[in-house]
């Protein structure tokens, strides 16, 4: 016959698997999961915890492991070149003749309405648009111009590079939302500056024609340095449209 139970013998009932209390102690807490997930993952060789600001610069257009300094410059070139560069130099670009006619009487005026200055004492870079037409073209190298008439004069005004070759960095200079420190060092710099110029070539010069390039219409946006008001300036083509042979 079985004797009493425990309750009845006055032996306390053994405890619950959880015994009551508030809900942290009947389960594991959401912090403590998290505390025990941390320290698991510090354990595996490459597992970093990154801090959300940190989260913020990686995803920056050609970011590295530094978080705001560019680690790959042709990468930021391509990310940015449709989305940043176009857009701005569009907005920025002021129409040849009024670029020049304050290039002459009130150069800082003209550089600081169009244009942009990476340093201290650096000539400044404007941006601008032009139509007119091709009168020359100077093919015999690879750093190729055509010389356009804006005017009507039938004389060049402007010298425009068209490649393959891109000399400076003009559209890199011209631009306000980048700057050396930007990058990890001045070769870093100088690579983003090549890497616009191949952007350009790319996707602009290379499909212009080398024949009969005199006498067509073109239609151009581009950058180029202030300097002697006196010298044909060479402009460095973000856009160029060419129109229907004469």
């Known amino acids: 016959m079985p004797g009493p139970s425990p309750l009845k013998r006055g032996i306390p009932a053994p405890p619950a698997a959880y015994p009551p209390g508030p809900a942290c102690h009947r389960a594991p807490c959401a912090g403590s999961i998290l505390v025990a997930l941390i320290a698991a993952c ?10 959300t600001s940190e989260k913020a610069q990686l995803s920056k257009p050609g970011a590295g492991a530094a978080g705001n300094k560019v ?36 150069p800082e005026s003209a550089a600081n309405t169009w244009g942009h200055r990476t340093t201290e004492g650096a000539p400044p870079v404007v941006a601008t648009r032009l139509e007119g037409r091709i009168v020359s073209a100077d093919l015999a190298s690879r750093a190729a111009v055509v010389g356009v ?37 001045q070769i870093e710099f100088a690579k983003f500056g090549k890497a ?12 212009l024609p080398r024949e009969n390039l005199v006498g067509r219409a073109a239609e151009i946006m581009g950058v180029f340095p202030l300097g002697n008001p006196n010298e044909t300036p060479l402009v460095t083509p973000a856009v160029f449209k060419l129109g229907a042979a004469p």
């Open 149 to 185: 008439d804006a005017d009507g004069d039938g004389k060049a005004d402007v010298n425009v590079q068209i490649g393959p070759v891109i000399r400076g960095t003009a559209l890199r200079d011209a631009l306000d939302f980048v700057s050396f420190d930007t990058f990890a060092n």
């Open 196 to 207: 616009l110029n191949g952007q350009v070539d790319r996707t602009v010069l290379s499909g």
């Open 71 to 106: 680690a790959d410059p042709e990468r930021m070139a391509q990310e940015v070149w449709g989305a940043k560069v176009l857009p701005y130099l569009d907005k920025k670009a002021g129409p040849f003749p009024e670029v020049m006619a304050l290039m002459h009487s009130a």
């Open 42 to 51: 510090l354990t595996l060789s490459g597992c970093k915890v990154v801090a």
